[in-house]
């Protein structure tokens, strides 16, 4: 009985731990979407308007 008084804590702080490093990683861009930035260069952007707003130039 007295280990659960040293467990529980510690399987507690040993929680909050992982749950404060998950907070971090996710708030400093470790989840980003790395695979999408790759593959966004290979579709077509470009869409021309047509209209009185359209720009000549293109």
């Not at 804590?9 to 990683?25: D, I, K, Q, S, V």
């Amino acid at each position: 009985m007295t280990a659960l008084l040293v467990l529980i804590p510690a399987a507690l702080f040993l929680g909050l731990l992982g749950l404060a490093a998950f907070l971090w990683a996710l708030r400093s861009g470790q989840f980003d979407d790395l695979d999408g930035a790759a593959e966004r260069i290979l579709y077509d952007d470009d869409e021309t308007e047509c209209g009185p707003n359209a720009d000549p130039r293109r």
